[in-house]
């Protein structure tokens, strides 16, 4: 997923994008996304793609008012994996993240699972679902976190740093 459908635009079918993505200008390169809905993805063709105040804006094929496109608010928006930005060094996407078992270093022993990742402005947040059930929230710093391994499905996280206020 790379957004989700906002509120329309004008009157010829536009709607404002809120990109899930730290790459909002890909897309004014756009020429086809996957829309979900209640019935699955559907591929559908971008006709237009610009940035209006920061924010990106579309307009798909076979929609020409703002009822059409107000219709279409709050859908999901994404591309297929080979169609992903290439990330710098050390960066994962949040659902390669989900998933993957928190381990803990040196004993290997299972922390939990990472449930989701929170943004915040200084640092994304791991939560992680405990065994007992608790959500522990772990700051992805190397502080807390030693490794992450998207192939093996594990985040090596040093607990000991922990506090235990953290969990809740």
């Given at each position: 997923m790379i957004g989700r459908l906002g509120r329309s635009r004008g009157l010829d079918g536009d709607i404002y994008v809120t990109p899930l993505t730290d790459y909002p200008e890909r897309f004014?390169?756009?020429?086809?996304l996957y829309v979900g809905s209640q019935d699955g993805w559907r591929k559908s063709t971008v006709v237009v793609a610009r940035m209006?105040?920061?924010?990106?804006?579309?307009?798909?094929?076979?929609?020409?008012?703002?009822?059409?496109?107000?219709?279409?608010?709050?859908?999901?928006?994404?591309?297929?994996?080979?169609?992903?930005?290439?990330?710098?060094?050390?960066?994962?996407?949040?659902?390669?993240?989900?998933?993957?078992?928190?381990v803990e270093e040196g004993t290997g022993a299972l922390v939990g699972e990472v449930i989701d990742v929170e943004k915040y402005p200084a640092n994304d947040v791991y939560v992680v679902r405990t065994e007992a059930g608790k959500k522990l929230l772990v700051p992805a710093v190397k502080q807390f976190?030693?490794?992450?391994?998207?192939?093996?499905?594990?985040?090596?996280?040093?607990t000991a740093s922990l506090r235990d206020g953290e969990e809740s």
């Open positions: 004014a390169g756009m020429k086809e209006i105040s920061g924010r990106p804006v579309l307009r798909f094929e076979n929609v020409d008012s703002r009822e059409e496109a107000s219709r279409m608010t709050n859908r999901e928006l994404a591309v297929p994996r080979d169609q992903l930005v290439e990330l710098p060094e050390g960066a994962h996407f949040v659902f390669d993240l989900v998933g993957c078992q928190a976190v030693k490794r992450v391994d998207v192939e093996a499905k594990t985040i090596t996280l040093v």
